[in-house]
């Protein structure tokens, strides 16, 4: 059963437009949510984190926004530049435990055409 | 860099080898994780360490998977006996706990078994 969910596999977008990333969760207890951003062959690079305390961060050119009632969070990206390009994990942890272990969606790839 | 480093970067084994992966975590962090990454999905949870004790194990490990972190610094990861189901793309993370906890992640080891 998967807990956190991208159902957007892929999304195409115009430099300089909005992109919209989203994600789904189901577990409850997951109280710290992070993007990341992964190229190829390369590892995920962090990019914006959020606590279930709040219901936005910001960080430049990225937001994030999180909806507990839904268990629903999003990743703005405002202006989207080519370099942008990438698959976006969204990803859930819960403090209970202790320590962070991470549940990660599938991702999302994001194409910024010029 | 003082990011999270692993080694090697690529790693082409026989069917029945056993392979060991290394992970050198940036500095000051106590804890570290191991994922795996298979196409099309996300990292999924290995291990966990924090210091030098390992404390938890995710099902995904078999007893064919060890792993250790001597003295709480760089960790090993261990493959006995491979199997063509292992290929997957092994990422090491790294943290420190700071009222909330994020994970870093270094390039990954991709593991092709033959």
Redesign the interface.
Known sequence: DQQ?KQNSPSLSVQEGRISILNCDYTNSMFD?F?W?KKYP??????LI?I?SIKDKNEDGRFTVFLNKSAKHLSLHIVPSQPGDSAVY?C?A?A?ISG?????????TMLLVSP | DTG?S?DPRHKITKRGQNVTFRCDPISEHN?L?W?RQTL??????LT?F?NEAQ??KSRLLSDRFSAERPKGSFSTLEIQRTEQGDSAMY?C?S?ILHG?????????T?LLVL
């Open positions: 956190v710290y992070l990341y062959a390369e590892g995920p690079t962090f984190s606590s994990f990803a942890s403090s320590y962070s272990t991470l549940t990660f969606g599938k991702g | 999270v692993q804890r994780y994922y099309g999905q996300g990292p999924e949870f966990y924090q404390l938890e990422l993370a943290s909330v906890e994020t994970q870093y992640f270094g390039p990954g991709r």
